[in-house]
């Protein structure tokens, strides 16, 4: 399937974008999966395998979080547009609505000071201090902020730790059992990400820095999981057979959801036309279409051993287009 993306991918992984590359296509009732190169290049060579468990960065924000709170939604447990606070007192900011953080229009000032020199519990009160900029509801700005006040949200209607929560809510009834949060008994077979300044390779703890700090309290990354199981959760997208979301809320997805209709946001997602898609900061993509019922999943271990960021966006961004290309022509034909 899709020789040319392939190719395209081939030739970047031979150009050293990515060391290792797992990658899922779905096409109706055709699927495709392949798997090159290596897991690890330090402090030893190691082969990838499909078992292989990828921290998925940013994934985790529309797999876990953004599921879970369009759960809430449909069991009006939430409404989308009421104000954050209204569920979650401890949050200061009184006009930010579930919309804003799901579409990420809060336009939310996020700088925090010595954020990386902060615990847990201040992280996390730092967060509930923020508040929305001059141009909420307008401005789209990605942001980790929204997630973690919305996993903050999640918390506090259950009372649990979040990852507790994700486990037993979205990871078990979806069947994703090779997915799962740190600490891990084993780290054979984690992908390894970036090396640290001291020289440490981070392998089986979250890459996220901030994520890192909250733990299981994490609503914007920490989701270590494989090809295999995130393929297992695009299904879900593409059948829409009731299995998990009401077939209204994944409809209602494909379209623009923030407050102008000009955004391209959906609830969680990012929107190329009718597409769903998401990123991960380690390397990693989610890309799927549910009218023509096809999808993309791309996870690469390209922070290991160092983050070349920029440069690589440049080359997903050429796969992803390459890729669009190519299904445009097949359904052209």
Known sequence: ???????????????????????????????????????????????????????????????????LILRLIEQEKLAVDAPLKTYLPSFKDERITLRHLLTHTSDIVTWIPNRDQLDQKALREAYLNLEAGPKLGEKVQYT???????????????????????????????????????PFLSTINIVPTEKLADGTILKGLTHDPKARVLGPHAGNAGLFTTIDDIATFVRMYLKNDGQYFNPSTIEMLQDDQTLNK?????????????????????????????????????????????????????????????????IESKNVL
């Open 1 to 67: 399937m899709h020789p040319v993306t392939q190719k395209c991918i081939e030739q970047k992984r031979q150009a050293g974008v990515f060391s290792g590359v797992a990658y899922h296509f779905l096409d109706g009732d055709e699927e495709e999966q392949q798997i090159f190169g290596y897991a690890a290049t330090e402090p030893q060579l190691e082969k990838l395998t499909k078992e292989h468990v990828f921290d998925v960065a940013s994934l985790t924000k529309v797999i876990c979080t953004t599921s």
């Open 144 to 182: 980790d902020a929204g997630t973690i006040l919305l996993g903050f949200l999640i918390e506090q209607i259950y009372t649990e730790d979040l990852t507790t929560i994700f486990k037993r809510e979205v990871l078990q009834p979806l069947g994703m059992n090779q997915s799962g949060f740190p």
């Open 262 to 326: 000009t955004g391209q946001r959906s609830f969680g997602w990012d929107l190329k036309g009718k597409w769903l898609f998401h990123t991960g900061y380690t390397g990693t993509f989610i890309l799927m279409n549910i009218a023509t019922k096809q999808a993309m999943i791309f996870l690469s271990n390209r922070v290991h051993p160092n983050d070349f960021r920029e440069k690589y966006i440049i080359e997903r961004d050429e796969v992803i287009a390459t890729y669009l290309t190519e």
